[in-house]
């Protein structure tokens, strides 16, 4: 009853979220995202969140890095990488649909970030040594192109 139904709301790490909570939550808001920090979960709580709840309910799925202080490196690539290594099931389409575009949604930049197209100014990253049968797993450089 303290939140407003009408902005975009953002719960961060997730660990111990349920299929009832994500339902509960979208049921009072359309503009729910999950925000997932797989590194800091794994330093704090040596746990990840169950992504097939988010999956089996199509919630928003944010990543981010938390910060230094719970989080050896803050890169997006890593934490793709790890959501990979330890829940393989969630492929890599979606790995970068949650690093970019709902991440730009979630924050509320999404006419400007979160994906290519005319009039946006997406961060772009190569990723070296990409190979479609192993996703993000494979990649072992990657760069900011300016």
Same mark, same amino acid.
């Given at each position: ?6 902005q975009r709301?953002l ?9 009832e ?22 330093? +704090?709580?040596?746990?990840m ?20 202080? *719970?989080?050896w $490196?803050l ?11 330890f $829940?393989s ?7 970068? $649909?949650?690093?970019t ?6 924050? /509320?930049?999404e006419?400007?970030?979160? *994906? ?10 190569l990723?070296?040594?990409? &190979?479609?049968?192993e /996703?993000?797993?494979g990649?072992?450089k990657?760069m900011? +192109? &300016?």
């Open positions: 009853e303290h939140m407003d139904p009408k709301t719960f961060v790490h997730n660990t111990m979220t349920t299929v909570d994500i339902e509960a939550a979208t049921k009072w808001n359309k503009n729910i995202y999950w925000a997932t920090c797989p590194n800091a979960n794994l330093f +704090i709580e040596n746990r969140p169950n992504y097939q709840r988010f999956l089996d309910t199509n919630a928003k799925v944010t990543i981010g890095t938390d910060s230094l202080t *719970s989080n $490196q890169s997006i690539v890593e934490e793709m990488k790890t959501i990979a290594k $829940q099931y969630v492929d890599f389409d979606t790995l970068l $649909q949650w690093a575009l709902n991440g730009a949604e979630a924050l /509320g930049f006419d400007e970030l979160g *994906s290519i197209e005319k009039g946006k100014t997406p961060g772009l990253v990723l070296e040594g990409f &190979d479609p049968a /996703g993000i797993l990649v072992e990657w900011r +192109i &300016d």
